[in-house]
């Protein structure tokens, strides 16, 4: 497996201060393109490096910078969005804390390759002892000249600001964002217009994750087309996984996409396996919003293909049996979980955090979580599965952000791959309260009557 | 240009440029919608409007979009009915349904209400949620607007009109999911002088209408009538609903050229003065000039009356800014035209011929509101719009947004995407320019305010002028600061594509008026449209500006032999425009006193003969509003005992003086074709407007809506048989549920309904498209097109620049939306927000003359003292104080004059 290219130097002590992070090769990168690149040639090689966005949505860094409107005539700006609060994601708050040059190397040169003179750093509000970090080496970097006006004696100049939220997830959606920076209530905008041409104070805008602006700085140091090595296929480079649940190892590893799926749960070095010698049941692999997977498919795909680290491979298969890298949460779930409880402490949380702009996302939402909590604690019926189903369906691809559809997979997806669980707590609601979940799933000596959709599921 | 759709299968021809949801209402095409409305745009929130967009002729999929937010371009194929895109949509009600309380049987704003349209027209009907619903608690908002939360379904219309629209600041949403809350920081009053649209624009029961709900009627039972609003000078147009006699709301009727789909508070709240106890309700007569009336059987009003008028002398007529032409023209005919006089002072009356004339230049152009909310670039001069014609106010806030508007436009953002728009313009606005004596709330939008005295402000005007076309007089001696404002706004006018000026005779200033005027007439020789609107007091006064009359001081100064022996006044209360003695002194001479009014008031308790007329929800007139448009209202139910319409009443009292040209005044389209005929600025007048016996189809037009109910058992209590409904001879409109079933003219609308939509919402479907015209036109003519005068004569300046005196305050007014104005102030509802007297002086003023800031301070004028709250503004200049003009148990006051103040304990 190819070496590590942002947490290369992570474990080296003090490399959270400028003269440590300086000393081992920071800052070369800006140098690098500050001095003996131009705006342009930077951007082409973030397009050569084939790197996507490691918000969510995957999607290519150089072509969002080439939408930036640069033929408007009021300032751009570069938006880091650090309001990682996706469960099962915490890659970008490592990042912060271990590295915060690395993200800042990254917001100087991309700052360079866009033309943008402000940047804002929009970090999540429970993130508090973070903010503390980054204003910190912000401060480190104004008193080396990386940072202030002519940089490095160049015509270009940058000021940062972090900027803490409230609280809210959805705010870490790139529009609400931009209206909770703005001041406003963290309601998502329609797009269009898109922030590259209305963005933040209606002007040129680019939103990118954390982690994506961390890699340009590598990137630079190791050009675009070395980037674009690591890794397989589509999905170059390496990704951070943030692992936790039920697995030996929880925490961050950065890895070489591509790392069969497998691996990354087994392979000592990785998670290490299922905790206490237990079988796996499930993993939600790419933060909670993304369908949730049981063993057998996210072992291997339908086809009976490996499953891969990948953007594509995770995908493979669409919503009838795949799912997707998204934010790289993954979360891993043993054969006592409860699928169940899972997606109701999952659609609470997706209740909870709607924007309440949207009538089918604020409503389903609520309405799902009211009926999972009473399929969980036993009061469910048999129509409420398929009213799920529905409720969902209605959400999916019918809102103005992509909350509702994060909401309605979760849902969806349990139902698609353990609807015997959801049946069988409607049926067996004291069973439920001790039962060892892991069983259901092999047991196919259940009874249990069609839900009345004239499908039977086992 | 038009472009080729196909809806459903159907193609059709549509103006480009508009939203798919917008052009199916036009084309009359159910869409069920919340979020979009016509006046504000889409946001796209609500995701009702869903329908299919089907990528080309070959797609059989298609996917889902909103309608709102889908632009209409050539070769658009969309489905309304797919089946998904219906399941789609009753799925959204649903959803908004599992905590909406569905307590429609008590609900205020049940059979009227948009989400009961919706939820028909979706089809959703069964309900799967089977779970507690979400309750909130309701606040208190003041007099005028009622509070259910639990009946939210979250469209933020409430939220986008009240702040976005009106540039409210305390309504707003809090909290998230589905925890939504709209309302105030705290439980208060409703600041917005526009409160009470969130009635209308709320598509649920969430904000009703709490005077209509103190004597809850359903809607359906209301007995309708097109009426025109006459508290102030615009003249919005109204429906006014009727239930047992009493006049119970007061809704917004649609005027493209006017308010469109909005009324301000006191429109819409002030109507409670028709129902109150101060109601005169029988004749009187009092025996002496030292007693008050007291009532008297018809046959002794009659042989007084017969007695005052034939054996009069000379009779002499004041007429009314806030009657009817009709019953004014009548009483010009009782008395003559010498004899006729306009009811205004002196100064107002001056101010109102000037105006008119002014208005009537071939150079000037009087706009329509719709026109001001098309500026780009306004000057006011001198007039607090806000609360001297409120809707004026809100027309100007919507002219501010058009620059951000163009701005979005430029980058590809059509105007109906209100949130890109807002977006794009962010803190771009055309200029408006506030000229005005003390701070005002149109401030806030105005990209630069000046604050001077009258004087000053005029000055400043007439320099504006002469910057933009030589041809008009100059001003000497203004100080710099002076010079670069009226460089400013000459610039700024000349600028822009559609500049417009904005003045009033609030102020009583005629060199204001004149300033304003030569503004409009260099516009106009600089190749712009010389665009002036001018803001008169009453919704009248215009009307009467363009009769023969005398202002009233006229005939209070004539020799006491020669003034007259009798005096018949018309819904004019005098203590309100002169002074106490003046008008005591005038009322003791006449010996006959006659007083047609419908209130009593300090005029009406010095007339001999008192005889009781309808309010314009009794009667049915013509009013002329301050653009110049001519507009009819109708009785809205008959009058209760012996009052009658004042143009009847006066005709009586013509025959009774032995003038019988009156008696063939049967109906009122008589007396209307008799004033048309008389006066040659009405001639326009007879023709236009359907009279009495208009049908449609044989038919006359219903008041009452078809679900009209329980007819038979209204008045079961007193006779279980159902009376012949009365009969409106007057009106095209019958006191019915029973006539035509086809729209009647823009004019003459009582209800909005068409099939699927029992709410307002329904008012689209009225329109040649939302927030346009009403089909057939919009409601009203202007009167003002004549242009009487062509060739140019600047204005000069007459008085010179303001020196303040020491120890000397010049005291103007400032009127009151609540308050100010005579009849809204008598209801209870708006009663309870008119403040108390105050007066307004920058800090270093009041410092000086020892007096502090919400103390009663004793205010000392010429002719009378009166003690008043002292407000400070640190804006109003050294030497001025704005005093709070017209509020009930203030003494008149000729405004402006100097004045003194002092500490009241001191
Ligand atoms: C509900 C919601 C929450 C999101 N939260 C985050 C977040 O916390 N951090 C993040 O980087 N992107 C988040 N995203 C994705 C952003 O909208 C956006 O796509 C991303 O910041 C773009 O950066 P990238 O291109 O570098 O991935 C969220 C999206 C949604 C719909
Ligand atoms: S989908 Fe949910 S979070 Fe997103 S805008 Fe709609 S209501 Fe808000
Ligand atoms: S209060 Fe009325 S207008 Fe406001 S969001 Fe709720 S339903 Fe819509
Ligand atoms: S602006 Fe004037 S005419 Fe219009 S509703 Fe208000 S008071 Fe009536
Ligand atoms: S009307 Fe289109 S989304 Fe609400």
Known sequence: MGGKVLLANVDIPGIRGFDTYRAHGGYIAVEKALREMTATEVSLEVHKSGLRGRGGAGFPTGLKWSFLDRKSDKPRYLVCNADESEPGTFKDRYLMHHLPHLLLEGLIISSYALGVETCYIYIRGEFKYLVGVLEKAIKEAYQHGFLGERILGTGFSLKIYVHPGAGAYICGEETALLESLEGKRGNPRIKPPFPAFKGLYGCPTVVNNVETLAAVGPIINMGGEAYAKIGRGRSTGTKLISACGHINNPGVYEIEMGLPVEDFIYAPRYCGGIANDKLLKAVIPGGSSVPILPADLILNTAQGEQRLMTFESLAEGDFESGTMLGSGGFIVLDEDACIVRNTLNLTRFYRHESCGQCSPCREGTGWMEKVLHRIEHGEGKMSDIDLLVRVAKNIEGNTICPLGDAAAWPVASAIRHFRREFVYHVKFPEVVKNIDHGAIQSDTELLIPDSGTGIKYW | MMVKIQIDGTYYDVKPGKNLLETCLALGIDVPHFCYHGAMGSVGACRLCAVKK????????????????????????????????????????????????????????????????????????????????????????????????????????????????????????????????????????????????????????????????????????????????????????????????????????????????????????????????????????????????????????????????????????????????????????????????????????????????????????????????????????????????????????????????????????????????????????????????????????????????????????????????????????????????????????????????????????????????????????????????????????????????KPFEDLAGLPADSTCDTLVILENDLYRRADQSLIDDLLERCKNVIVLDHLITGTTLKSDILLPVGTFAESEGTLVNNEGRAQRFYRVFPAEGTVIESWRQLKELMIFSGNHESASWENF??????????????????????????????????????????????????????????????????????????????????????????????????????????????????????????HILFFAPVTGAFTPEAGEWEIVPAYQIFGSEELSSQGPAVAERIPEPFIIMNRRDAEEAGVKEHEMIDLTLTRSSLQVKLKIDDNIPAGVAGLSTGLPGMPFLKLPESGRVKNSKK
């Open chain 2, 54 to 549: 089907f990528r080309d002729p070959c797609d059989q999929k298609g996917r889902i979009i909103m309608s709102c937010m889908e632009p209409v371009n050539e070769g658009l194929i969309v489905s309304v009915n797919d089946p998904d895109a219906k399941m789609f949509r009753a799925a959204i009600l649903e959803s908004l349904m599992i905590n909406h309380p569905h307590d429609c049987p008590v609900c205020d704003e049940g059979g009227e209400c948009h989400l009961q349209d919706m939820l028909v027209m979706t089809g959703h009907n069964y309900r799967r949620f089977d779970f507690k619903k979400r309750t909130h608690f309701n606040q208190y908002l003041g007099p005028f607007i009622s509070h259910e939360m639990n009946r939210c379904i979250q469209c933020y219309r409430c939220v986008r009109f009240y702040d976005d629209y009106t540039g409210g600041k305390d309504l707003a949403v809090f909290g998230s999911h589905d925890h939504l809350y709209f309302g105030r920081g705290e439980d208060g009053i409703l600041e917005s002088e526009f409160s009470g649209n969130l009635v209308e624009v709320c598509p649920t029961g969430v904000f009703t209408d709490k005077t209509l709900k103190e004597h809850y009627t359903r809607k359906w039972d209301l007995s309708n009538t097109p009426s025109v609003c006459v508290h102030c000078s615009i003249g919005c147009n109204t429906i006014a609903g009727e239930r047992y006699g009493k006049l119970r709301r007061i809704m917004s009727r649609y005027n493209g050229a006017v308010n469109g789909y909005f009324l301000c508070d006191r429109g819409r709240f002030g109507y409670q003065f028709v129902n109150v106890e101060n109601r005169i309700g029988e004749a009187q007569i009092r025996t002496s000039k030292n007693s008050n009336p007291v009532e008297a059987t018809p046959d002794m009003i009659a042989s007084a009356c017969a007695e005052a008028l034939s054996g009069s002398k000379k009779i002499a007529g004041i007429g009314s800014p806030r009657a009817s032409l009709e019953a004014n023209f009548a009483l010009q005919k009782l008395v003559g035209k010498e004899n006729f006089f306009a009811g205004v002072s002196r100064t107002e009356h001056t101010l109102a011929k000037t105006a008119i004339d002014i208005l009537q230049h071939e150079a000037i152009h009087s706009p329509s509101l719709k026109e001001i909310e098309k500026a780009d670039a306004i000057l006011i001069l001198g007039e607090d719009l806000t609360n001297t014609a409120p809707m004026a106010a809100l027309a100007v806030r919507q002219a501010a947004r058009n620059k951000g508007i163009e701005v979005a436009g430029n980058s590809g953002i059509p105007p109906w995407n209100d949130y890109a728009v807002r977006l794009k313009a962010q803190d771009v606005k055309s200029p408006i320019i506030m000229a005005n004596p003390f701070s005002a709330k149109l401030d806030e939008i105005a990209e630069k305010t000046y604050r001077a005295a009258y004087s000053d402000i005029a000055r400043v005007g007439f320099a504006v002028a002469a910057l933009i076309n030589d041809g008009a007089p100059g001003v000497k001696g203004l100080s710099k600061e002076q010079l670069s404002m009226a460089q400013h706004i000459a610039n700024a006018l000349k600028e822009a594509k559609n500049p417009m000026v904005i003045t009033g005779t609030h102020g009583g200033s005629e060199d204001m008026v004149h300033a304003a005027a030569n503004i409009a007439m260099a516009l106009f020789l600089h190749g712009k449209e010389g665009a002036l609107s001018i803001v008169f007091p009453e919704c009248n006064s215009m009307g009467l500006g363009m009769m023969d009359g």
């Open chain 2, 669 to 790: 389209d008589h007396v209307a074709q008799a004033m048309s005929d008389s006066i040659p600025a009405f001639a326009k007048i007879k023709g236009h407007m359907p009279g009495a016996d208009f049908r449609i189809l044989n038919e006359k037009i219903k008041r009452q809506t078809m679900r009209f109910s329980g007819r038979t058992a209204m008045n079961a209590q007193f006779s279980v048989s159902e009376p012949k409904s009365p009969v409106d001879p007057d009106s095209p409109l019958a006191f019915s549920m029973e006539g035509a079933n086809e729209t009647p003219p823009s004019s003459l609308v009582t209800n909005y309904w068409t099939p699927g939509w029992n709410s307002n919402n329904a008012m689209n479907f009225y329109l040649d498209e939302p927030n346009g015209s009403m089909k057939g036109g919009d409601p009203g003519f202007r009167l003002l097109e004549t242009a009487a005068t062509k």
